[in-house]
């Protein structure tokens, strides 16, 4: 006679399906919740050693930025903070609310994005967040064209960023348009979400420093709600040379001596302002870019040029008449 074999679950994961299905009672699933092939101090001791290796590469790309000490230290302080804090709670001690919304100010170009992907990253690492993604919008993202329109798309984007960080750039332009402005709407349901999403989701506001100061007086209720505030300077001409440096080794070239003296004269001789000295990698990117189209210009009818030559970028790449200013 044959037997017949009554059907077990063959993992947790599988037995917590069948409870939710209704196939297998809960008293008779415990046998099957532990997984016997497993070596939980092991796995667990694998785990830690991960996520200690994923934390410290984190903080290695951000150290390896240019400029940005007092931003750093900051983020140096938040990942301490949150990795104390789980110590304490998993002996048993009192913690405050974990809520990490942050301010950045700051001219274009001087990192606020970069270090915002940065956090996202640092952020799954270290618990906090369950993807560690960044999700970078503006008002025309958030804000609608009729009535309810604009809490809807608020939500949306709102759901894309769970799990990560929401980038809002340029996030005064959300309070100008005054009280029956669509903004308003948006600001109000940015506000909701936040709480209701505290433990999923990280907030980081951003914009001109002057503009986000009169944002935060013009909305009191949401300046309580970003206890984190980071200022980005504008970058030095050193610093901004060592950005160009930075940028032409990740792409294979090298500025030589010539090329360096030019650049800090064009550096030099840009007005002060968003947008240009003061504004800034963006600049220096465009000028590393617009240098590497250049040597190929120069380079297109000498096939046989060297790596070396290949690599290099000298001054007449980066003057737009093939010759340097006296």
């Given at each position: 006679m044959q037997h017949l074999t009554t059907p077990r679950p063959s993992s947790p994961e599988e037995a917590l399906r069948w409870i939710e299905e209704g196939r297998i009672a809960p008293p008779q699933a415990v046998p099957y919740l532990h997984d016997p092939g497993r070596t939980p101090a092991r796995d667990d001791a694998a785990a830690e050693r991960e996520r200690e290796r994923e934390i410290e590469a984190t903080m290695s790309e951000l150290d390896a930025l240019i400029g940005l000490r007092h931003v750093k230290e900051v983020v140096r302080e938040i990942r301490a903070y949150v990795t104390v804090r789980a110590r304490r709670q998993r002996t048993g001690l009192v913690?405050?609310?974990?809520?990490?919304?942050?301010?950045?100010?700051?001219?274009?170009?001087?990192?606020?994005?970069?270090?915002?992907?940065?956090?996202?990253?640092?952020?799954?690492?270290?618990?906090?967040?369950?993807?560690?993604?960044?999700?970078?919008?503006?008002?025309?993202?958030?804000?609608?064209?009729?009535?309810?329109?604009?809490?809807?798309?608020?939500?949306?984007?709102?759901?894309?960023?769970?799990?990560?960080?929401?980038?809002?750039?340029?996030?005064?332009?959300?309070?100008?348009?005054?009280?029956?402005?669509?903004?308003?709407?948006?600001?109000?349901?940015?506000?909701?979400?936040?709480?209701?999403?505290?433990?999923?989701?990280?907030?980081?506001?951003?914009?001109?420093?002057?503009?986000?100061?009169?944002?935060?007086?013009?909305?009191?209720?949401?300046?309580?709600?970003?206890?984190?505030?980071l200022t980005f300077p504008d970058y030095t001409v050193d610093e901004l040379v060592a950005i160009a440096h930075q940028m032409a080794q990740q792409r294979d070239y090298r500025l030589d001596a010539s090329a360096e003296q030019r650049l800090r004269q064009l550096l030099t001789r840009l007005p002060p302002g968003p947008g240009d000295r003061h504004g800034n990698a963006r600049t220096v990117r465009n000028l590393i870019e617009r240098a590497i189209r250049r040597q190929a210009v120069r380079l297109l009818d000498r096939p046989r040029a060297t790596r070396e030559e290949l690599m290099r970028l000298a001054a007449v790449d980066l003057d737009g008449r093939g010759e340097m200013d006296p």
């Open positions: 913690n405050e609310p974990l809520t990490l919304h942050m301010v950045f100010t700051g001219n274009p170009g001087t990192g606020k994005t970069t270090v915002a992907r940065i956090l996202a990253r640092l952020f799954k690492a270290l618990g906090v967040l369950e993807k560690g993604h960044l999700v970078e919008v503006e008002r025309a993202d958030l804000v609608g064209e009729y009535i309810g329109h604009t809490a809807q798309k608020t939500r949306q984007v709102i759901q894309e960023a769970v799990g990560g960080i929401l980038f809002i750039d340029e996030a005064y332009s959300l309070a100008r348009g005054g009280e029956k402005d669509f903004g308003k709407e948006a600001i109000d349901t940015l506000v909701k979400q936040m709480e209701d999403l505290r433990q999923r989701l990280v907030v980081i506001l951003a914009g001109y420093r002057q503009e986000m100061a009169w944002f935060l007086q013009a909305n009191p209720g949401l300046r309580s709600r970003f206890p984190l505030h």
